[in-house]
């Protein structure tokens, strides 16, 4: 048979006889409490150091994901701030864009009264505000032509003012024009809507009028001579004489050079000048009945 070992707890011969020293036992019990109470100490190290770990994971998880949100931040300032430059370029570039339209704005309205005050010009006499000869040779020409047809007569005079020269010579240039202004507006008081006056240059003058019987074109004609003969004009408190010379065609056949035709004229008025200035000289074509 086998031996029993000592250290069989049921083994009599293991038993403590009475009166034997149990201390053994109790070192041994505490031993295993102790061995415990650190295995247990230990499992909380070690979920410690778990947890400790988690937390520096966490600890560096926050510590990136802040670094992460200042770097935007900083990005975005930088944004904002480009932005904001961006925006207040734009801003530069909007004025600068406004101020050159309006420039452009100012320069083609001043272009256009340019070329308003051109065509006005071309249309006009600055000074007496009579058509310009441009205007008035037009109107003859467009009227020459339709002389049988749509107008039965046409009428044209060569106007010029007598002893002018003489008049600037003693009065001055200023007294010249002032002249011309009022022998201007003789004119417009004698002619009617559709019957035209132009300035040729100096102190000459073309009328030209549509529809008017030989009679009625020669009494116009005196009627202007009389006006300008009887004006009562004072310059400075002086008084101002005028008179005119007057060459008068009238035609009831269509002439197509209007340039002849207002030579034609012009040869006359030099003709009541030869014969002593301040009369009407007329010659007629066509038949007058």
Same mark, same amino acid.
């Given at each position: 048979m086998t031996a029993p070992s000592r250290d069989d707890p049921t083994d009599p011969s293991n038993r403590p006889r009475d009166g034997q020293d149990v201390d053994g036992l109790a070192d041994f019990s505490l031993f295993e409490q102790e061995k415990a109470i650190m295995q247990?100490?230990?499992?909380?190290?070690?979920?410690?150091? $778990?947890?400790? #770990?988690?937390? +520096?994971?966490?600890? +560096?998880?926050?510590?990136?994901?802040?670094?992460?949100?200042?770097?935007m931040m900083r990005m975005s300032d930088r944004m904002q701030a480009d932005l904001q430059e961006a925006n207040r370029q734009l801003r530069e570039q909007a004025e600068h864009l406004a101020q050159l339209n309006n420039a452009l704005s100012n320069e083609v309205h001043e272009r256009e009264r340019l070329t308003a005050e051109l065509e006005r010009l071309a249309l006009e006499d600055a000074l007496t505000g009579l058509f310009s000869r441009r205007r008035v040779i037009d109107c003859v020409e467009g009227m020459a032509e339709s002389v049988g047809e749509e107008a039965r007569s046409l009428a044209v005079m060569m106007l010029d003012l007598d002893d002018f020269k003489a008049l600037n010579d003693t009065h001055g240039h200023a007294a010249g024009d002032f002249a011309l202004e009022s022998f201007a507006e003789i004119l417009r008081g004698e002619l009617s809507a559709e019957q035209y006056a132009g300035r040729m240059g100096g102190e000459e003058f073309l009328v030209v009028a549509a529809d008017l019987e030989l009679e009625a074109a020669v009494d116009l004609a005196e009627r202007i001579r009389r006006a300008v003969e009887n004006a009562s004009l004072h310059w400075k408190g002086e008084p101002l004489s005028l008179a005119v010379s007057i060459g008068l065609v009238v035609t009831t056949s269509p002439w197509p050079d209007a340039g002849e035709?207002? $030579?034609?004229? #012009? #040869?006359?008025?030099?003709?009541? +000048?030869n014969e002593g200035r301040n009369r009407v000289i007329v010659q007629t074509h066509g038949d007058h009945g």
């Open positions: 247990r100490s230990e499992q909380m190290l070690e979920a410690l150091d $778990a947890v400790a #770990d988690g937390v +520096k994971v966490l600890a +560096k998880a926050y510590s990136e994901s802040y670094r992460a949100q200042r770097r035709l207002v $030579a034609r004229a #012009d #040869d006359l008025l030099y003709r009541a +000048k």
